[in-house]
């Protein structure tokens, strides 16, 4: 089968139409990048091929944003030199046809023709689905789904079957496989298929004999627990009537009495050496504070004699400092007379320096009060001439507002002036005598304007009315005569006699104003801040000038003023020196104090500690203390040897702690009465279950049931048996007819084993039942296909699938083979091991490879064919 030419039109992203055609026999390549529609033109043939064309699901076939599309799918091709042409429309108008060479099919009968050309089975209903793609959907690679072989090899397992037996010459026996089937549906009745566990009657002969067995083995442990019980009560009465005898609770009892005395003895023992331990402590206080009373004495007397030698070396360091004083004071007298000569002549060199200032500022200060004096004059003009344009100003200005509204209303006026002209009946009269109109004589030449009903007298020859033609003339004259009362009004108002004058007037007064501006510009020149910021201005440049002449003939005379510089480094010197002999002074007024201070503090603290020492009450009480502490010595070592006496008698007390004795012996006595009214329930208890259990009929029950247990075993082993010869005679059966298919694989496992060797030297390939790829054995190792990498998994779906197009070509199936994005996920010596493969399949079978690496493909020697190039052709 070879595809010659592909026409799809308004059909997912391609919403116009698209055409392909002079595909070649062999290697067919197309390139894009992504969403360029690659996988669109594989789906577009696999649905023109496969899918239903009345099918309700295949609307999301219409093109994007276009749902009133035709989604159609022309393809034409050659089956074993037959031309062939097929055609769908799908979603609206649906329509299909199918044309081999002379013969014409259409609709069901057509898709029919095509499920048994190319080999797979129409969908009842519904869309397609996997398990009825049969070859299409084992040769026609999806995207993503190339390593995915087991599903796809299923599902053509019985057209690859017909194909081998054909090649192979071998005559499968269908009546062997319906034998096996018939073995193992009888098998399955009663064992599983993966697992072999039980099921159906030979489940429910082993669940019955587990129940009967666990109700036989529950009754039997009943009767073991009935004799046990029997047992325990011979044991427990026994026990407790020599309980009873002994009754070891009242020993228990005597017991603890004797330790609760021992225990109020050394509770004794331990409050008399409490009273001990505080009269030891008061004491060790008393006597510790008389020798602290001792230690301050001796303490004082230390103190004074080292005080009194400190206040010796005091007294001489004051006299030392006292001649430092004198001396840093005589220092300060002179460096003071010093700096004040220094001060003198820095104040004459900055009257000299201040001299020269001033007749610099009074230099200045008459130039600008020329220069102001100047100013002024010229400001005083451009005033005079502002005001002057001011007031004449003033005496033209004019209403810009009314001016504007008059226009407007003289313009309203002729306009309206017009119209009423033009509407108003006109007489034009030359009279030799007179007339009347409305009762007023009208004679010689004139015209007559009738704007209302107006009656002309003729005398004799009687009378006209004559009324106006214009229905609104009447509200038109209305009109006319308020406009101009606004109109007289607005030309009072201005001061005006017509718009032409107030025109004129408004455009001398902006001249006016032009002038007045210019003026006041000349003036802000001249005078910024006015005429009086200048006249001020010159007032204080004259009071500035008289200031600095009057301080210049106060000041001294400076002729012999030495350089400012000098003066100040003098003086800076002199003030230096002065203020370090200051320091000096200081510091020697600051010691003296503190010497003269510090030996008088020594000499009062001497004195007080002194008049302490010799104090009468002070020496006699130190004589009581000294006698005392002697005394509490001995009475705290008599305190402290009864102490440690009474200590051990109490620790031997202690010993076997007499209170836990007695809380021990009070619990066991306790307890051995708790344990013999225990045991005294125990024994009405299992009194009362023996006599319940003896009235159960406990043993003709277990033998019932054990006829039970034996009847259900005999149905088990029965199944049992049945189970066993139905799996011996499957496992001969299977075997006999793996035999068989072996001989019949035989072509396909040779195809397989060719491919395979441009990868994978070396190695072996073994197939399923349904003759999709099981296992890989390399190196001795058999890996199942789930355990190989995803890329491996996927280098054999590409090899595979050219095995079995070579098996289907061979056994006179039409073969297409379409691989879109494959070998994706295959290194680069691995795919050019897949290229090489791919050219030599392609001596035998047309295919069409779909990918968005054309850098990968380029070295086919097949041309690339764009996918954008294809848009743009069309």
Known sequence: MKLERIAIQEFKQFAGR?????????????????????????????????????ASHLKDLLPWGKASGQPSVEVSFNLDGTACRLSKQFVTRQRC????????????????????????????????????????????????????????????????????????????SAGEDALIVAVQRELRQLLTARTQKSTGPLAEAEQTLAGLTEDRDELEQQRLQFEENIARLATQQETFEDTERKRPW??????????????EAAAELERGLEGLVHALKLGEAELALSLQQEQNAVELESTVARERQQLDLARAGVASIQAEYAQAAANVTQFEQASVAADRALDLANAAVTAADLRNQIGLYETESQRLEVAIQAAGQANEAVLEAARAAAAVEIDETKLKQLATLDGELTVLRARTEAAMTRIEYKLTGALSVNETTVSGDGVLRVDEEKLIGLGELGELRVIPGVSDLSAQLTELASLEAQHTQLLQALGVASLVEGELRREQWKTLVAQQKSHAGILKVHAPQGIDALRAALASAAARWQASNDRLKNLPDVSAAPPLDE?????????????????????????????????ESLAVQLQRKEAQLSDETFCRNRAQWQTKIVEQRVQVDAQRKQHEARERELQAARLDDPVAEAKRYRASADLARGEQHQRQLRIAELRSQLE?????????????????????????????????????????????????????????????????????PQSTIALGDDLSPATLDRYGRADTLDALSFGTREQLGILTRLAYADLLKASGRPTLLMLDDAAVHTDATRRDAIKRALLDAATRHQILVFTCHPELWDDLGVRQRAIDDLKVAV
Do not use: C
């Open 567 to 599: 003066a100040r480094r003098n003086a800076g010197i002199a003030r230096d020196a002065l203020e370090a002999a200051r320091k000096l002074l200081s510091l020697a007024t600051e010691k003296r104090s503190t010497g003269v201070a510090n030996a």
């Open 250 to 263: 009242e020993l228990h009892e005597q017991k603890a009495v004797l330790a609760q005395q021992r225990a």
């Open 18 to 54: 698209i055409v392909i055609d002079d595909l070649e026999p062999g290697l067919n390549l197309f390139v894009g990048p992504n969403e360029a529609g690659k996988s669109t033109i594989a789906e577009a043939v696999r649905v023109v091929f496969l899918e239903r064309y009345k």
């Open 97 to 172: 046809e199918l044309t081999i060479g002379q013969s014409v099919f259409g609709e069901d009968e057509a898709e029919d023709k095509l499920a048994a050309l190319l080999g797979f089975s129409r969908a009842a209903r519904g869309p397609l689905k996997a398990e009825n793609a049969g070859v299409p959907g084992l040769l026609w690679v999806q995207q993503g789904g190339t390593q995915e072989m087991r599903d796809s090899t299923g599902h053509a397992a019985q057209y690859l079957r017909d194909a081998l037996s054909q090649l192979s010459g071998s005559n499968e």
């Open 692 to 760: 319940t259990v003896g009235a159960s009929g406990l043993g003709e029950r277990l033998a019932a049931l054990e006829a039970r247990v034996e009847q259900a075993t005999r149905r088990k082993e029965e199944l049992s048996l049945r189970a066993g010869a139905l799996s011996l005679l499957d496992e001969v059966l299977v075997d006999e007819r793996d035999s068989a298919v072996a001989q019949l694989r035989a072509p396909l496992t040779e195809r397989l084993g060719y491919y395979l060797r441009r990868i994978f």
